[in-house]
T-cell receptor, first 114, second 117 residues
Framework: AQSVAQPEDQVNVAEGNPLTVKCTYSVSGNPYLFWYVQYPNRGLQFLLKYITGDNLVKGSYGFEAEFNKSQTSFHLKKPSALVSDSALYFCAVREGTGGFKTIFGAGTRLFVKA | DGGITQSPKYLFRKEGQNVTLSCEQNLNHDAMYWYRQDPGQGLRLIYYSQIVNDFQKGDIAEGYSVSREKKESFPLTVTSAQKNPTAFYLC????????????????FGEGSRLTVL
């Protein structure tokens, strides 16, 4: 069965510092991996995805994520955090065999302090 | 602009009542989904549909029903059998069909917040 773990409920960083939001996954076969962001009382917005190819994936708003197959991880990163990055971040996984079912982690709240 | 429209944004229900949440998309996506969001639990899949006139149960389908009579529409009914319906409901869609599968990301609506009085 697919599963996603986001081990940190909350991450606090200072503006201008690098940020990392962690994600590990479990899925049979090759995974499709995604990151989404949610602002209060809004729907989720897509940030980036890994399907195949380079392990470092670049996405929207300066975010990137590194796929590590041996550690089954897909951590979200940004070199320099902005206050406006403060939001709820979700990691998600879908089976690479083509299933339609996308499973989400519990979410990590990011606070960026000015 | 293409997107997903959910309505109503806020809904109040008395115990024992059925309510229907609307979800319409003009992205020409084949696949549509309903998720429930509760604080600290992430998103849980209620139902999904890969194609018109077909849908599958997700992880928490009990107490919910759906229909997919048109490609653009995927309404969710929260029935009186759902014991704890107060939540934020999110509709989504993605590219893909039963033959080509889908590696695409989900596109979400703005959500509907249901409160049981």
């Amino acid at each position: 069965a697919q599963s996603v773990a986001q081990p940190e409920d909350q991450v606090n960083v200072a503006e201008g510092n690098p940020l990392t939001v962690k994600c590990t996954y479990s899925v049979s076969g090759n995974p499709y991996l995604f990151w989404y962001v949610q602002y209060p009382n809004r729907g989720l917005q897509f940030l980036l995805k890994y399907i195949t190819g380079d392990n470092l994936v670049k996405g929207s708003y300066g975010f990137e994520a590194e796929f590590n197959k041996s550690q089954t991880s897909f951590h979200l990163k940004k070199p320099s955090a902005l206050v406006s990055d403060s939001a709820l971040y979700f990691c998600a996984v879908r089976e690479g065999t083509g299933g339609f079912k996308t499973i989400f982690g519990a979410g990590t709240r990011l606070f960026v302090k000015a | 602009d293409g997107g997903i429209t959910q309505s109503p944004k806020y809904l109040f229900r008395k115990e024992g009542q059925n309510v229907t949440l609307s979800c319409e998309q003009n992205l020409n996506h084949d696949a549509m989904y309903w998720y429930r969001q509760d604080p600290g639990q992430g998103l849980r899949l209620i139902y999904y549909s890969q194609i018109v006139n077909d849908f599958q149960k997700g992880d928490i389908a009990e107490g919910y029903s759906v229909s997919r009579e048109k490609k653009e529409s995927f309404p969710l009914t929260v029935t009186s059998a759902q014991k704890n319906p107060t939540a934020f409901y999110l509709c989504a869609s993605s590219i893909g069909d039963a033959l080509t599968r889908s590696s695409g990301e989900l596109f979400f609506g703005e959500g509907s917040r249901l409160t049981v009085l």
